[in-house]
């Protein structure tokens, strides 16, 4: 093994001079545990990660450091537990803010993290190396041939081959997806009685296009289900989850999203097209799960990258020629990021993502809820893109796709997903017939690849490209 190779590594994905001699030896040692040999770190960053990752900025590369400390982190979760360190888990779809204020009220006594989301993100955005994860788990019961979600055989196979702890808790939710709580009991039942479940859930029982926000009683539901919850975390970690800590939480999530919103909004209204779709969509992953490292360092390499954005918009430089399309996309699929490379080789820029970006409309509206801290998150959940009813959400699509006015749009990469899959679809008609604006949709899966190869989807991506050229070019013919 060559040190070398893992701190140039480092270096790379610009961790500071002076913590790079004890950074290293813990990215060796991660890297053991994650799977990732030598060649795999020398691939991904002399290849997979430049070909990618918009790396000529120094805020991607900030961004992929801040992504590899917090995997390093994670490593340490199992020593974390030894020593006394409670141990609190989540997936996705979740709300944030409860569990950045666990890790508030409770500091280091605390570790809170997705694991299953974040070994994903990790292996396959940066390493393309999550594969093993999944095989493992389709060997010990999640059967391949059902289209079961990356990151519950994520989670299944980090539990089995000892790549994290059992938690103390892990606070687990039925708000849409209904597989994940039912991995969680898999789990319970087939590798560890000790893999002790909250589980958080909420009816779809709303009426075609109600504002699930402007209803009383369903916010009062949600907030009790939360402060249910979070009384039972409390008892589990033994130390209180104060009001105070769940407000803190909410306003960093908020000052977060408003700069990520600031870039979406500051990139889309530039020509030529500033950056690529991968890292605005990565951009938002603190928005879905929490960092046990805090966001300092991701917001720290957010604030860089606005910074750089700006001056190559100032100066006319982008990713693409002036003029050229952009699509947007439902959620760009950054764990499979060659296909926003695909798009970019065809002359087509991956723009916004609808679950990143807020319009003025959507900001104009104000919240009803000031000091209950419960019914204020239950009340920005529910107004959420992936809160809210149904019929609702496609209205705050046209809304985006009316503010941002893309050439096109991309859905899909969701066909793993009961639930986002079969809504993205309809959504798909709904909004087009609405704005006008062409929509596509591609079977696909964010979070993996293995059923689908870059050469197998880029007839399909050059298709969509030719569209999108095609009604940029008659919109500016005025037709």
């Given at each position: 093994m060559n040190k070398n190779t893992y701190r140039e590594f480092l270096e790379f994905v610009a961790f500071e001079p002076e913590e790079l001699e004890t950074a290293t030896e813990e990215w060796i040692k991660a890297s053991q545990i994650l799977g990732l040999a030598e060649e795999d770190i020398r691939y991904a960053m002399e290849e997979y990660i430049p070909d990618n990752w918009d790396v000529k900025f120094l805020g991607v590369r900030k961004i992929v450091g801040a992504v590899i400390r917090e995997a390093i982190d994670l490593t340490k979760a199992k020593d974390y537990k030894k020593d006394g360190v409670k141990v609190v888990y989540g997936i996705l779809p979740a709300i944030l803010s409860n569990y950045m204020a666990i890790k508030v009220s409770g500091g280091d006594r605390v570790y809170v993290g997705f694991p299953d989301i974040f070994l994903a993100k990790v292996l396959n955005a940066f390493f393309h190396k999550l594969d093993p994860f999944l095989e493992n788990a389709e060997q010990n019961g999640m059967s391949y041939g059902c289209r079961h979600c990356a990151l519950n055989k994520t989670r299944i196979t980090a539990k089995m081959q000892d790549v994290i702890p059992s938690p103390d808790i892990i606070w687990t939710w039925g708000l849409n997806c209904d597989e994940g709580p039912k991995t969680d009991e898999f789990i319970n039942c087939y590798f560890d009685d000790d893999w002790n479940v909250e589980i958080t859930r909420i009816p779809h029982d709303t009426y075609w296009g109600d504002c699930d926000s402007d209803n009383e009683e369903r916010i009062d539901y949600l907030a009790d289900q939360l402060n249910h919850s979070v009384r039972v975390v409390e008892e589990t970690v033994g130390f209180k989850v104060t009001p105070e800590s769940l407000k803190a939480a909410s306003t960093a999530t908020r000052q977060y999203a408003m700069k990520i919103a600031q870039l979406n909004s500051m990139c889309m209204k530039a020509d030529p097209f500033p950056i690529g779709g991968n890292v605005l969509s990565i951009l938002g992953s603190p928005l879905s799960m929490p960092y046990n490292t805090g966001l300092k360092h991701m917001e720290g390499a957010v604030d860089i990258l606005i910074k750089e954005v700006k001056a190559d918009i100032k100066n006319g430089v982008g990713i693409?020629?002036?003029?050229?399309?952009?699509?947007?996309?439902?959620?760009?699929?950054?764990?499979?990021?060659?296909?926003?490379?695909?798009?970019?080789?065809?002359?087509?820029?991956?723009?916004?993502?609808?679950?990143?970006?807020?319009?003025?409309?959507?900001?104009?509206?104000?919240?009803?809820?000031?000091?209950?801290?419960?019914?204020?998150?239950?009340?920005?959940?529910?107004?959420?893109?992936?809160?809210?009813?149904?019929?609702?959400?496609?209205?705050?699509?046209?809304?985006?796709?009316?503010?941002?006015?893309?050439?096109?749009?991309?859905?899909?990469?969701?066909?793993?997903?009961?639930?986002?899959?079969?809504?993205?679809?309809?959504?798909?008609?709904?909004?087009?017939?609405?704005?006008?604006?062409?929509?596509?949709?591609?079977?696909?899966?964010?979070?993996?690849?293995?059923?689908?190869?870059?050469?197998?989807?880029?007839?399909?991506?050059?298709?969509?490209?030719?569209?999108?050229?095609?009604?940029?070019?008659?919109?500016?013919?005025?037709?």
């Open positions: 693409l020629e002036k003029g050229a399309p952009r699509v947007g996309v439902y959620f760009t699929p950054y764990c499979v990021p060659w296909v926003d490379t695909i798009f970019r080789e065809n002359g087509v820029a991956l723009g916004f993502s609808l679950i990143s970006v807020v319009t003025k409309k959507a900001m104009m509206k104000p919240m009803k809820y000031k000091d209950d801290p419960y019914r204020i998150v239950a009340e920005q959940w529910l107004r959420s893109a992936a809160g809210g009813n149904m019929g609702y959400e496609f209205e705050t699509w046209v809304d985006k796709v009316e503010t941002f006015k893309p050439d096109a749009m991309l859905m899909g990469f969701f066909d793993f997903d009961r639930w986002l899959g079969a809504h993205q679809k309809m959504g798909t008609m709904y909004v087009e017939e609405k704005t006008g604006v062409p929509h596509f949709y591609m079977e696909a899966d964010f979070w993996e690849d293995r059923d689908y190869s870059a050469e197998g989807l880029r007839t399909r991506i050059e298709s969509i490209c030719q569209v999108a050229k095609m009604n940029k070019k008659m919109k500016e013919m005025g037709k």
